[in-house]
């Protein structure tokens, strides 16, 4: 496998160097905050902490958390350490928990933010020349922006199409020869079920598609074989994860060698991370799943400390040995789930992604299904999983009984409760072109 | 009033030194076209000439024309004077009249884009540090990633969010205290009555906003009125123009002495503008209204000579002359319509920017229209207005019934044709986001 850089001397920089340039990036970082952000200094003399207190890496525990319902009270600026008028671009959240929060980017965030997304492709194996298409969202989302950016800075040619014009998409895959593609794992899901229905085979009419670049939501290895199984041979698709509060998507990305076990590497030169029991806040060890939390190294305009993002994963057991020689920067787990949506049925706390995992590995499954929480009358919780099954596997009636029954015993088998299996119409169930809705919680109704 | 430049040296640039500037551009351009395209090629060799024959400004003319069919043909690439690994970004065309045509730009070419479009912000009255809401669309369209990249350039905030979310908009304009706002003049209008909707009074609670920047479809001096009247004083609507096959928005735009007359200076630097009879294709004196012509003198990527817009305006009669000392860059007329969709209605050719700019200008009509042709079994194509009327002049019945009257006389003196009016009940009719249709034709049907 030939791994490729964007800035080989950072990425393969040694472990010392690389605290030492952390070290120095977070006093600066804390000072600037500290006398800045009158939020900052706020929590910081609450404690008595003062910037100098910060005089190794470790010391990082002594600062406060911080979480997105303190962010919201910064609308319609977002927190900002420069003035204003050194802001160029405003991004914002979708809002869907509350109001919108507003991050800011000064240039050289801008630049930045150019930089470690171009690094991603790179690594993920686009080459400059190589053409991608562009799904992610535009306008105050950030995933389109930083996608576009970043391709330009790693002299790729970009098609830039956003969610939507599915159709049109599958023809101009073939058409223009796109090497790599970015969308959500629910629009290429989506995309791959629309090829087919037009009678384009993703695996031979798509054949230099080499990669998708996936992110915007959770999703699973299982899922991740599926997309695969479905392209052309050579095929990887893989993950990157941010998020708009601490800067954009360039937060971490699978290398070629982590993405088939399901890593990313967490970017240390731009982000110092932890992850923590989300009940106690301490610190897990290696292999210990617990809640992500960032601090922004360089963000000029909008500098976040330790914020608690609510995504759940881990640390590899050896989180700095890979293959591809990026040695300083981590490797964590594709995320299980979110600390807040963690589902509880029955006493048992079950992850949407971990069912997703489960289902879209079995064989004859098809690509739409949704997870029903219900709440009979007089009854305990329920949990149902409504799924489509493969035409071929569809049209025999009694393989589908069967399968119904063998989804049904592996779900519970795996889950360690009982799950309800229904096995729907073809296309009956919804799709999405952004972020998939796949859980209906009927209990709060 | 003060005029503020962004690249004081070529906007101010003496007319000799311009026509120099932009023969070589010619030269240079035609020879690479001629060499590198076969298309230009063999469109040249058909008539015998050869790049030495273009030897002053004037032999422009000895070159065919080309238009948007031709353009199909290169689908999806596009036209291409580079090897495509140079090629960074793709936009095309809408594909609402046939295959979209694909456009590429070059590194280069997208760096040119940018100041093009930084220099329309700053002459319309933007400055560094301001805030630009960013209204246009993204994705395929040129639009947005042009003000985008255009108010990062300038120094400006950029607060991108694409058209839609109308109602968020309203509260943003005033959270964010915007300067400036980029839409189609549909979308102003359309956010403008929202607006009033919800309480809002844009003249009061957008009193930051001090400039509208608005394109993609033609749009007349009495819509520009009422925009205006409706905005904070010293509020300016301004006009930019361009299209995807020539790079985008950036062919020419007013500043604050042209736009009081419904001018626009077309940029010497990077397009050499022709404005000819669209029947005989010969050129025509300044004041004639025509079709523009353009040949892109800078494109790297995708070089276009002398494309038929179908884009009708005039030169002003003293094409040099402006206030602003923009003295090489011609004034011509906003856009009174397209060779192509001007309606033929009894005998008589109706533009429909041309009953716009009627009924926009009558008191009392509200923000809503359309213009209906009528095929009547057996009788004379019928053209009929069909508009809403403000709140306060639609619940007096008899004024009602007057108003009709007068508005339909009013018309039909203008145009020389009868036209019917129907007074539509307040939000009946539609309104857009995007492109404006008001034309129904139901004689085709």
């Not at 699973?220 to 695969?228: A, C, F, Q, T």
């Not at 240390?268 to 991370?273: G, Q």
């Amino acid at each position: 496998m030939n791994h490729c850089f964007f800035d080989q001397a950072v990425e393969t920089m040694n472990h010392q160097d690389m605290r030492e340039l952390q070290l120095r990036k977070l006093k600066w970082q804390v000072e600037r905050c500290y006398n800045t952000v009158p939020f900052y200094k706020k929590k910081f003399d609450e404690i008595g902490l003062r910037p100098e207190h910060i005089q190794q890496l470790e010391d990082i525990s002594r600062i406060p958390f911080m979480d997105k319902s303190e962010l919201r009270q910064f609308y319609p600026q977002g927190i900002l350490a420069v003035p204003c008028e050194q802001v160029r671009h405003y991004h914002m959240t979708s809002g869907t928990t509350g109001t919108p929060v507003t991050v800011a980017h000064s240039d050289k965030d801008w630049k930045r933010l150019a930089e470690l997304q171009a690094r991603q492709f790179i690594m993920q194996g686009l080459k400059p020349g190589d053409l991608l298409y562009q799904g992610y969202g535009y306008g105050t989302w950030i995933g389109g922006p930083s996608a576009d950016i970043g391709a330009h800075a790693a002299g790729i040619r970009i098609l830039p199409v956003g969610p939507g014009r599915t159709n049109s998409t599958v023809s101009w895959l073939k058409d223009f020869e796109a090497n790599g593609i970015t969308c959500t794992p629910s629009f290429m899901i989506y995309l791959i079920e629309t090829a087919r229905n037009l009678g384009i085979d993703p695996r031979s009419d798509w054949s230099t598609l080499r990669m998708s670049n996936m992110g915007g939501e959770a999703w699973s290895l299982g899922l991740r074989d599926k997309i695969e199984s479905a392209m052309p041979v050579g095929f990887s698709a893989h993950n990157q994860y941010g998020t708009t509060e601490v800067g954009g998507p360039i937060v971490a990305a699978s290398c070629q060698a982590s993405q088939t076990e399901g890593y990313a590497h967490v970017w240390s030169d731009a982000y110092l991370v932890e992850i923590v029991n989300p009940e106690s806040g301490e610190a897990l060890e290696a292999g210990e799943t617990g809640e992500l939390v960032i601090t922004t190294l360089e963000r000029e305009a909008a500098p976040i400390l330790r914020f608690r993002t609510r995504d759940l994963t881990a640390f590899k057991e050896n989180p700095f040995d890979c293959s591809c020689g990026r040695q300083a920067h981590p490797l964590i787990k594709w995320f299980t789930g979110r600390s807040d949506d963690i589902l509880k049925i029955r006493g048992t706390i079950v992850a949407p992604r971990r069912i997703e995992d489960i289902i879209t590995r079995i064989e004859g499954v098809g690509d739409a299904w949704l997870i029903v929480l219900e709440r009979p009358e007089g009854k305990m919780d329920n949990l149902k999983v409504q799924l489509e099954l493969l035409p071929s596997v569809w049209e025999d009636e009694l393989g589908r009984q069967d399968r119904q029954r063998v989804i049904s015993s592996k779900l519970s088998d795996e889950l360690g409760l009982r799950v309800d299996v229904e096995i729907c119409n073809p296309n009956s169930l919804p799709r999405f072109e952004r972020k998939a809705a796949r859980v209906v919680d009927k209990r709060e109704a």
